[in-house]
């Protein structure tokens, strides 16, 4: 169980999901209600449930800490009567007090009355996974945890020594460039750079129709507020990317789900669906997509650019993984087939520099363009202009070719360790893609294991992954979960997969054990 400093804090607004501060010993003997209760009441006096949090409900937290619904109503009770929690008709169960010590001294820390009226949104328009995304960025300073769960660049591969050799070569003869107001559209020299990187890959573009943002997520909900009105429908794959789920559902958009196999999205199914609902666009992943890692097939990728012009529907082509590929030829864009600016297309240096520079890009019809840059600087005003300064030498200095080759090899050695890992420590049921580029693999269990009963499971090992409910609209997803080979290290790889295999071994010997007992009952015959 995790110790908590003495010294004061800010009280945050926005805090963990509470599911991750309770940590059950399910053999020490105390009632499970007793630890949960103390757990949150440790969390509540030292500040990290700050007053005015609104806890899950006991149906929602019993789901995800896999207990009785009673036990967690017995240790809200306890809660309650101890005053430091309370429930509102409407608002739900809040935190109510929350004490901190400094420098040996208790004292209440009165919170503002209007946080607590609060409306009660961003869970009920996002859903249960409505904090994974930032669980995701914020898994690698975990270190009692083995993660194979962010889709990160792999820490030891980021390019720190050129970004500080071009930082000490020509940020003082470049200041104003780097660290001053940029136009809302970008840089002009990172713009003209992206429009001749994107040519190379067959999509005809020019620096007018390049908008630089602050993270392809931007892009996605700067389209999502031009296009969209509250209810529009939405098309997207499925499985796809949490965070355009997350962006679409954000604006009320309704978002429909299409099945996807090994070539893509199947339009044999999303034409009906274009007919009948006549959504305002298609969210699409074409080149390894996330989280199943396939390419889209040049067939569906020329049957989904003629029924997007025929219903007049434009198409959001999401392409982080692009130059991340291992075999063959660089897979193209999508948008290298549009002969009529059906396509808009992000990208990012995310992936393959650093997130934390914060500089993507959209390429998209110049009149689309300018629009966005006026939505845009109501948020913003411009990307940061350090990163974009930044990323534009590189490309400037001819360094961004010989990186993304490095790249390439070593993250094709590490997806190529984890399969191994996994035909090593797995059974040979659980099926696993081979994805040639991108991050992820995507493996689907047994048809009777469920991907959340093993990562209750996993966890008793010190090792986590991504279940992937949250990666579908349907509501399936049960039996999938995601690895990153990426981020972790070579041998945090191994040692992963291993605990994982651990993890399904007892979750098929309980399995086993239940449906013996079950052929062994004692059957009375009804004479």
């Not at 499925?238 to 978002?255: C, D, E, K, M």
């Not at 080759?405 to 590490?414: D, F, G, I, V, W």
Request: glycine letters at 8%; hydrophobic letters at 40%.
């Amino acid at each position: 169980m995790r110790q908590h400093s003495n010294q004061h804090q800010p009280r945050p607004l926005f805090t963990t999901p509470v599911h991750t501060i309770i940590q059950l010993e399910r053999n020490s003997g105390l009632p499970l209600y007793r630890q949960i209760c103390q757990r949150l009441r440790e969390a509540i006096l030292s500040g990290e449930l700050a007053e005015g949090v609104r806890l899950p409900t006991e149906r929602t937290l019993a789901s995800e800490l896999g207990v009785n619904r009673t036990t967690v109503m017995n240790a809200y009770n306890e809660l309650a009567s101890e005053g430091l929690i309370e429930g509102h008709v409407g608002r739900g169960t809040l935190v109510r007090r929350n004490h901190f010590v400094r420098d040996g001294d208790s004292f209440e820390n009165e919170s503002a009355s209007w946080l607590l009226g609060l409306p009660a949104g961003e869970r009920e328009i996002l859903g249960s996974d409505a904090h994974m995304l930032s669980e995701l960025a914020s898994a690698g300073e975990r270190r009692e945890i083995l993660s194979l769960a962010p889709g990160s660049p792999a820490p030891n591969l980021l390019p720190a020594p050129m970004l500080r050799s071009i930082f000490a070569d020509g940020l003082l003869a470049d200041s104003q460039a780097a660290l001053g107001y940029c136009p809302v559209e970008g840089l002009h020299s990172l713009r003209r750079g992206i429009a001749a990187n994107m040519r190379r890959r067959g999509v005809t573009v020019d620096t007018q129709h390049i908008l630089i943002l602050s993270g392809s997520t931007q892009g996605v909900g700067l389209i999502g507020r031009f296009l969209l009105n509250p209810g529009d429908e939405v098309v997207v794959e499925v499985p796809t990317y949490l965070g355009a789920i997350q962006a679409f559902r954000s604006l009320n958009a309704r978002v429909i789900g299409v099945p996807t196999d090994s070539d893509g999205i199947r339009v044999d199914l999303l034409e009906s669906i274009l007919a009948r609902h006549r959504p305002r666009l298609i969210y699409t992943q074409p080149v390894h997509q996330n989280p199943t890692g396939f390419v889209m097939s040049q067939e569906r990728r020329r049957r989904l650019l003629v029924l997007a012009k025929r219903y007049q529907t434009p198409i959001l082509e999401d392409d982080p993984y692009g130059e991340i590929y291992f075999e063959g030829k660089q897979p193209q864009p999508l948008k290298a087939l549009d002969t009529n600016g059906q396509v808009l297309y992000l990208s990012t240096f995310s992936k393959i520099l650093a997130p934390g520079l914060r500089v993507a890009w959209m390429a998209a019809p110049e009149p689309i363009i300018e629009r966005l840059s006026l939505h845009k600087q109501i948020f913003d005003l411009n990307t940061n202009a350090i990163g974009q300064w930044a990323v534009s030498e590189l490309i400037r200095r001819n360094l961004l070719d010989d990186h993304l080759a490095m790249l390439r090899q070593q993250y094709r050695h590490k997806r190529d360790l984890m399969l191994q890992a996994i035909g090593k420590y797995w059974p040979a049921e659980v099926r696993v893609n081979h994805p040639n580029g991108g991050f992820h693999l995507w493996c689907r269990l047994p048809a009777d294991m469920r991907a959340r009963s093993l990562l209750r499971e996993a966890a008793n090992e010190q090792v986590a992954f991504v279940i992937g409910e949250p990666f579908h609209v349907d509501g399936g997803g049960q039996q999938h979960f995601r690895l990153s080979y990426a981020f972790p290290d070579e041998d945090d790889i191994e040692e992963g997969v291993k605990r994982i295999g651990t993890a399904i071994k007892r979750l098929s010997e309980r399995r086993s054990s239940r449906d013996e007992q079950q052929r062994h009952v004692e059957h009375i015959p009804i004479v």
